[in-house]
């Protein structure tokens, strides 16, 4: 990092466009993969749910089914 102070202007400017640079592709980086983790979580909380709900349906019928033996 000392070897900032000893640039010249010219080069220090040329240091300072490529970190900003980067800078705006990090951030870019970062709010795609945020929306994706959303999706992803949005996703998932719909298939837990339709799973679950499936799930419940199921084992309601079997249910019935172990009722309507017994009697």
Avoid: P
């Avoid at 010219?10 to 970062?30: H, I």
């Avoid at 998932?44 to 079997?62: K, L, N, P, V």
């Amino acid at each position: 990092m000392t070897e900032l102070l000893w640039m010249e202007e010219d080069e220090l400017r040329e240091v300072c466009r490529a970190l900003m640079t980067r800078l705006c592709q990090t951030e870019l980086v970062v709010q795609m993969l945020a929306g994706k983790m959303n999706e992803a979580v949005a996703h998932g909380y719909e298939q837990g749910y339709t799973d679950g709900f499936i799930r419940f349906s199921y084992e309601a019928e079997a249910g019935n089914v172990k009722s309507l033996v017994l009697h």
